[in-house]
């Protein structure tokens, strides 16, 4: 049975401009050391710069794996849950967003899920999807099977491995969210607001 490997990382960390910082560089480099283990059969990448970058970076790594855009891992809104779903603590996060704003972020999370959260036809394949927390907040959710708005607070740092499985017939496998052991202490829990980290 043909079995699916996703290994989806958040971007490395960026500066307001979307450009990678000297730390973003080094977690991508050493997420694409971690990865140089892996039959690693293609990396894609979100089209905005910091991802592309970081693609890149890791890439140098994997010397076989080509490399390419995907629009689907763009980073989005996938999912605007209504007033009843919505936690206290986001509510002010989706002033603004008009119908046909929401529609048009839900369409492309449904491509990203049609495109990447599907079983292989023959062989197995190995694929790095370098993106931003939201669309990895997407598949993980799918992945659970989890109602529309549970990828609400499912965040994830800069570079840190989310690895979902996908075989016919199963249901898909998470095999780690959020791990950032290649990464040393003073590169972890970027992407995230600052407070105590464990």
Known sequence: ??????????????DAL???TDAGRRQAGLLGERLAGV????????????????????????????????????????????????????????DGYDPEEAASGHRLAEA???????????????????????????LLRHALDAPPSRWLGLNSGNTALTVIQYRE??????????????LPPGLRWTGFPAGVRP
């Open 1 to 14: 049975m043909a079995t699916r490997h996703l290994y989806l990382a958040r971007h490395g960390e960026a």
């Open 18 to 20: 979307g450009r990678l």
């Open 39 to 94: 039959p690693v059969d293609a990396v894609w990448h979100s089209p905005l710069p910091r991802a592309a970058a970081s693609a890149y970076e890791l890439a140098r790594h994997l010397p076989n794996a080509p490399v390419a855009e995907a629009p689907e891992l763009i980073d989005h809104v996938p999912y605007v849950p209504t007033p009843a779903e919505t936690p206290p603590s986001w509510i002010g996060f989706f």
């Open 112 to 138: 990203l899920v049609a495109r990447f959260a599907t079983t292989p036809a023959s062989a197995d394949t190995h694929e790095v999807l370098v993106t931003h927390a939201y669309p990895i907040a997407w």
């Open 169 to 182: 017939r199963l249901p898909p496998t998470v095999l780690m969210f959020n791990d950032m052991s290649h």
